[in-house]
């Protein structure tokens, strides 16, 4: 995953993948981190932090 900050916005760049299952099997899941991942911006002197799940219906 690739992120920056431009222009005020957040840009996340992440790799799509095959739809894969989620846990509860109710939907694909297409691009994910795995959880919380802390990243390189930085934002009040804090890095910004993502938890992303993208996925499509079953």
């Known amino acids: 995953m ?8 957040l ?3 992440i790799d799509l993948q ?8 109710k939907t694909l ?5 795995h959880g919380n991942v802390p990243t390189k911006c930085v ?4 890095n910004v ?3 992303l799940n993208a996925y499509i219906k079953k």
């Open 49 to 51: 932090v993502i938890g």
């Open 2 to 9: 690739e992120t920056k900050i431009e222009d005020g916005k």
């Open 18 to 25: 095959e739809p894969t299952p989620s846990a509860s099997g």
């Open 11 to 13: 840009i996340i760049i």
């Open 43 to 46: 934002i009040d002197g804090k």
């Open 29 to 33: 899941v297409v691009a994910t981190t």
